[in-house]
């Protein structure tokens, strides 16, 4: 589990990696000066928030979802390294488990090992086809940190499944302040 400051930060150092990968060193230098100002650096689900903030104020709403989605995406090696001996993926008892199993337990890993540590509430449950992630974040969902987490997950399942690609959906709920991350239990073409 990220029980620590030390912990928090090398998050918050695998998604600013993410960020150079995506936008480039000047933007990256932009959003770290305004990062430092803010005082949020490893402060978890209120670092994401910010840096969807700063994307949505830059690009504009819909831009910064695929470039929060990108961003998780190219996040994820840098938090699998980082976290490599908690999250157990290189484990060969992991590796030889059926594929279906390893998504399962990868999920719950990510979700307890990372994400929920950091401050990001969420309820997680199974319907008939996909595993279903409602965020609770507090605020709307310009400002939800859903995009990048599903850009993990999605870099995270086709890292664990061997390529294949499981289809990934963010929806805003109903109710206030939650967001749903859907996430279909078959690969396209399987």
């Not at 997680?124 to 709307?140: H, R, S, V």
């Not at 969902?141 to 995009?147: G, H, L, M, N, R």
């Not at 109710?175 to 239990?185: C, D, F, L, Q």
């Amino acid at each position: 589990m990220i029980d620590n400051e030390k912990d928090k930060t090398l998050f918050s150092d695998a998604i600013k990696k993410g960020f150079y990968e995506v936008l480039g060193g000047e933007e990256s230098v932009k959003y770290r000066i305004l990062l430092n100002r803010s005082d949020l650096i490893g402060r978890g689900a209120e670092e994401i928030m910010f840096m969807k903030q700063f994307l949505s104020e830059k690009f504009g709403t819909k831009e910064s979802e695929g470039l929060a989605f990108s961003i998780g995406k190219n996040s994820y090696l840098f938090i699998k390294s980082l976290f490599e001996k908690t999250l157990n993926f290189q484990d060969m008892d992991f590796r030889f488990l059926p594929t279906q199993r390893r998504i399962e337990n990868a999920l719950e890993e990510l979700k307890s090992v990372v994400f929920c540590p950091l401050g990001i509430k969420m309820d997680c449950y199974e319907q008939n086809e996909a595993f279903i992630w409602k965020l609770d974040t507090g605020c709307p969902i310009e400002k939800s940190p859903a995009y990048l987490i599903s850009g993990i997950l999605q870099e995270m399942l086709t890292d664990i499944s061997g390529g294949r690609f499981f289809p990934i959906s963010v929806n805003p709920c109903d109710e206030t302040e939650k967001t749903e991350i859907v996430i279909a239990k078959r690969a396209l073409g399987h």
